[in-house]
């Protein structure tokens, strides 16, 4: 029989660029090996050298995550879908702190809410409500923008901001909450700046911080709903213990290409983000919008989402997305919708929860040292400074270009293209006598490409630490950047 499987878009470049394939198969296991055998590429990122799924992929029959069926042995029939989900980066009313008055609101508010105090879901008595909530963005980028503009706009009374970067170019594509003329500013000055022209009724309060285990559970414990627009795995962790160690409801978002991901995590009414993804992904494995990119109206979409959710959740108004994750692929404009169940042996909101107060989050989620200092030895390691004294010199260099065909087109070095998902089946077109630099964008992949080769016989290979940024930044700056 032929099941529907579906295939999100980071592992749709080892499936031809289907988004969907049919399947034959009379369990989820056996559905999942017919995939791997077709496509052989997408197996190792969906199970591990032990042969059991990765922790941090999903699988749902329908709606249902198969942990909570029969695993891999869950029977399917042909009008089943089966939905692999990795992880890319009402009930009651929110009180408002004790102590706090309900807010008035000015003749001038009045007028500005009119549209909300007309309708009855909202009148006077919840425009008050928002104006009392006290909610906190984590993030001032591409999730964060969106955010901070419709809360602001909604009369949301206090919004609190955690950043620490400044801005850049790059983020002018998605982040709406920054100009080109904000290039090089704080961005907690620029977003503060453009809620504030929104909206100079509300409060703004910046916190310019990394957050940590450390500040984390001070700075969250005051505010109502923490809104998630992180973009790494270790604060996202972060940010759910706290959340929930505090009681508070967490908004989530994530972004990656052309898929999206929203949903609502309050551990007293649901499950938690652990509950989905219970340990992250090794470092690398999944990349950062920066190594594969974002559509620049994704995160706009799913920013949107994750405020209408904060609003309901003030107001206590329709069905928070507690229990539900809600999936978005704009390349096919779908929606779909899975439901989350409690994990009982959750570590942090189970039954007997072993995480009592924050964790060293960079240790759970395995990051190392920066971008720039990939992980393996510094005899596989070359700077851009010690390649370019070796090109002038003459020395018999064979450079790796590891990146996707479109990266190439953006700029390159004289090198020779293999992406990093093709190298073990082209790894014939290279030779073993040959002085190999490999180089990517960063040197993440690169870093990964050349751990590959050593395994396979190549002992002259080498990372370029930084990959092609760091030579445009360093070596030739007519170059351009991505």
């Given at each position: ?62 709606d249902?995550?198969i ?5 891999e ?20 009313t ?25 309708m ?39 919004i ?22 904000d ?17 100079p009724?509300?409060r ?29 795995f ?14 508070k ?18 551990a ?8 989905l ?76 929860p072993?995480?009592?107060?924050l ?44 990146r ?6 953006i ?20 030779d ?51």
């Open positions: 029989m032929a099941v529907t499987v579906f295939i999100p878009s980071p592992l749709r470049s080892f499936t031809d660029s289907l988004s969907k394939v049919a399947l034959e198969g009379a369990t989820v296991g056996e559905v999942l090996h017919n995939l791997g055998a077709r496509y052989t590429r997408v197996r190792p990122h969906l199970y591990a050298e032990n042969g059991k799924l990765r922790s941090y992929v999903n699988i749902y029959v329908n249902e995550d942990r909570h069926l029969r695993n042995q869950t029977p399917v029939n042909d009008s089943d879908t089966v939905s692999i989900v990795p992880s890319i980066a009402g009930g009651a929110i009180a408002p702190s004790p102590g706090r008055a309900e807010p008035a609101l000015t003749n001038d508010e009045i007028l500005r809410y009119s549209r909300h105090l007309i009855p879901e909202v009148g006077m008595r919840g425009q008050k409500q928002l104006k009392a909530a006290r909610v906190l963005i984590i993030g001032a980028g591409g999730l964060g923008s969106p955010l901070g503009l419709y809360l602001a706009s909604a009369g949301v009374g206090t609190g901001i955690v950043d620490f970067d400044v801005v850049e170019l790059t983020n002018l594509q998605r982040q709406i909450l920054h100009s080109t003329s290039i090089g500013r704080l961005k907690l000055e620029s977003a503060r700046e453009s809620i504030e022209a929104i909206n009724h509300v703004v309060e910046t916190h310019n911080v990394r957050l940590t285990s450390e500040n984390a559970l001070d700075i969250v414990a005051r505010y109502d709903i923490v809104v998630d627009g992180t973009d790494n270790a604060t996202r962790y972060l940010v759910n213990d706290a959340c929930v160690l505090l009681g409801p967490n908004v989530y978002g994530s972004i990656f290409r052309f898929d999206g991901q929203v949903s609502v995590f309050d007293q009414r649901g499950p938690c983000y652990r509950c993804y219970p340990s992250p992904p090794p470092p690398g494995l999944v990349p950062s919008c920066a190594e594969g990119g974002v559509l620049g109206v994704l995160p706009g979409v799913v920013g949107s989402l994750q405020a209408l959710e904060t609003i309901k959740l003030i107001l206590n108004k329709g069905e928070p997305l507690i229990g539900r994750l809600l999936l978005f692929d704009a390349l096919q404009f779908t929606f779909r919708e899975l439901t989350l169940r409690k994990d009982p042996s959750c570590p942090v909101c189970g039954e007997s072993t995480i009592r107060s964790i060293d989050y960079d240790e759970f989620c395995g990051v190392g040292t920066a971008e720039e200092s990939p992980p393996i030895g510094e005899r596989n390691v070359i700077t851009v400074e010690q390649l370019k004294s070796g090109l002038d010199a003459g020395n018999d260099l064979f450079l790796l270009d590891v996707e065909p479109h990266e190439f087109e700029v390159h070095l004289p090198a020779h293209l293999i992406p990093l998902g093709n190298l073990p089946e082209r790894v014939n077109e290279l073993t006598a040959k002085e190999i630099v490999v180089y990517c964008r960063t040197g993440v992949r690169s870093a990964k490409a050349v751990e590959f080769l050593r395994t396979v016989g190549f002992t002259k290979v080498r990372n370029l630490a930084g990959g092609i940024d760091a030579w445009a930044r360093r070596i030739d700056p007519s170059l351009p950047r991505y």
